[in-house]
């Protein structure tokens, strides 16, 4: 009796060894990272997932095998991004996309390194992360760099003399604030007025932003642009309290919501009112260009979600059928041949034709999209979808 | 000297606002000789509680806010009954590590409960009073107002219940000697169970009254959680009176440290280290905090 159930057990588990052996070689896993709790952008990494979702459905197979995705929540922590990295590399993901804060994508780039996982960044703008020049980090979405030496210009353009910020510290927020230092302070505006920047670093807990806007109001010459280089609650909280302060939006001071929360319905159910004509920055804007592949996303994901996406879902949507792309181009599952195939690709996704740069100066231009755009709008009315907003200033980013 | 008038209104503002959470806390603390870490996750339940009941129901904001007090007292009282009453029965032999784990992880659990049920979205609960008022350069939103004159109102009221009602005698007889209280007819767990909820229902109300203004989401009580515990510390574990006077301090030194530190641009990067600068030095000169006494612990 004994050894009879010795043997069926011996065979229960050779069956269930190869069982999972034959089904990983079945599926090829594609990793995604993204915050999809608090105390990370939540509602970005939403419809971050969503978008992977729906790619990776329509893929369905790549070289013959079943697509399997792995979405991992990051929840906007260093910490669970490279437990997440670790978790997909485990799992054996041929290739993981995702992300949205920079500080997570900076961890997660160290260990795509370490464990030879291409990894396509799809909504992290610090320099750092392509700035690293890792080979198997890739980036989809634009370097800080590349975009608000632009805003800085635009700033000069406006004629603005006194420009004040408030920027949570981390990787993004502090990237955006050392754009703003190096291009403002004693420029020449467009009237030939030199210009003054001042910032001002929280914590991304903060609050109460009240006694730091009640000192930028007392300023002489007062203000005429707020930048709020926050993401989440932060970012709705300076501009409902900067309002309510009288501080901006007013005649003399316009307010400028930097992160990507301002283009969801929760800044208006956060922010009402004060949130009319205040300037955000977008990737995509149908002023821009509606093309035939950005319009039947945006009604799949409509369809699906009941929401209008932002360019974070249509970078994350971009990212898997890219990495798929380079799964199948590489005819192999292996990272570097993965890598190899991701820098010879041409994507003609829904924001453009994605390919990846090899310069590597500037260094932050190395397996960076060169070809990621983002413009300044405006809105004008409350409740007004982003895509309805007028279209502030346009510019084609090049490296 | 006009800003310095404006920010010590914003804290004065903001201390209220620190006091209604961190009585409860005190409250707890002196009756039950346990610290509550699940009060931040009180607090929150309490601003989702009355979101839901002005949005879901239609019901005024004000009255939404005591509704929602009304059932964070109930859930206090619940979890007071379920998983503290143990440690006054004699059921728990390491009283401390039971009390800290059990609140600590109720925290944790209203945390996740939130995240699921209410999701993780940012919400504004809608205004006590819309508009804004100008006092000189400080220009200050009305809900603010409201909501400073509610807690003073509900601080006072507090403050009469403990001090000239019998259910105020009763539980400070219980927070000075539990048996000596019982000799005389006051039932200790009783008391403990009001405390439990009057406690928790404080923060529920201080959340409920905060959502207009810093804006409603799961994780939102964490950081009150640990500013309350400083101000009880601060003011003197139990005292009722140090908590209203140390988050008072506290408001003031968060709103004039980080405009008037020496280098203003840094001063919003160490506000939460004000706080725990000045309760390092009052622990230095005063070991109990302002008002504290000897500590006492659970028997």
Redesign the interface.
Known sequence: MKKTLFVIGVALLVALMGGSSVWCQESIVIGGVAP????GA??SG?EMKVAMEMAAGEIGKILGKPVKLQVEDTRGLPEEGTAAMNRLADAGAVGVVGEFHSAVAKAEIEAANERKVPLIVSEAWADVITGKQYPYVFRIAPANSLFYTKVADWVKSIGAKNVVA?VE?TDWGLGVDTVFKENLPGEKNINGQAISY??????R????????L??Y??MRPRPDLVMDIFT??GE??IV??AA???LATTRETAMFPVGTSALYP?YW??V?EYGVFSITKTGYHPLLGVTPAIMEFNKKFEDKTGKTPTFAAMEAYDSIYVMAKAIENAQATDGDAVLAALEKIRYDGVLGTIWFSQERKPDYMFHQWPGAKAVLIQYTAKDQKYTDAELLWPAILKP | MELFVAQALNGLIIGLLYALIAIGLSLIFSVLKIVNFAHGECYMMGAFFSYYFSTLFGINPILSVFLSMAAVFLLGVAIQYLLLRPLYTGAVERKDEYAILITFGLGVFLQNVAMSVFGPWTKKSPDFISGITGIGIFTVDNNRLAVSGAALVIIVALLVIIGMTFVGKALRAVSQDRDASAIVGINPHRMNLLAFGIGVALAGGAGGLIGPIFLISPVMGILPGIKSFVIIVLGGMGSIKGAIIGSLLLGEIESLGSVFFLDPTRGLAYKNAFGVLLLAIVLLLKPTGLFGEKHVRME
């Open positions: 999809l709790s608090a105390p939540a509602e939403a408030i510290n001042t910032s001002i670093v929280a914590e807990t903060v609050s109460d932003f009240t006694p730091q009640l000192m109001k007392s989440g609650t709705y909280l409902k309290q309510e302060l009288g929760e159910e956060t009402g």
